[in-house]
């Protein structure tokens, strides 16, 4: 009996737990739209390109459709100083101009490009 309860239950939990049938939140429009103000605002787009996907040097990371929650962690870490290595020295001179609520909304516009 148990055994058969196994059976049935194993492959229904595989199929719920199927990430492809999650719908994804869709981000808040109005935290996309102020994202998308500060990106050209605070001179993102200098190093990582208008559209977030071409970057001026090779080893600067393409921003477009990063997840919102490591981009944010990424941000505070290099403002903190957490994160220093050479890559960030260019972003200390930028993030103080960045308070907390400015790095969420840059963080949920750039998961929102594709």
Do not use: F
């Not at 148990?2 to 994804?24: F, I």
């Not at 090779?58 to 997840?67: C, F, S, V, W």
């Amino acid at each position: 009996m148990k055994w058969l309860l196994v059976l049935v239950l194993v492959p229904t939990l595989v199929l719920a737990a199927d990430p492809k049938k999650k719908e994804e939140a869709k981000p808040d429009p109005a935290a996309v739209a102020a994202g998308a103000k500060l990106y050209m605002e605070k001179t993102c787009s200098a190093c990582h390109g208008k559209d977030a996907k071409t970057p001026i040097m090779p080893d600067y990371p393409r921003l477009a459709g990063q997840n919102a929650g490591y981009a944010e962690r990424q941000m505070l870490d290099i403002k903190s100083g957490a994160r220093a290595n050479g890559n960030t020295a260019a972003m200390k001179g930028i993030m103080p101009l960045v308070n907390e609520a400015e790095i969420k909304s840059l963080a949920v516009y750039l998961s929102s490009l594709q």
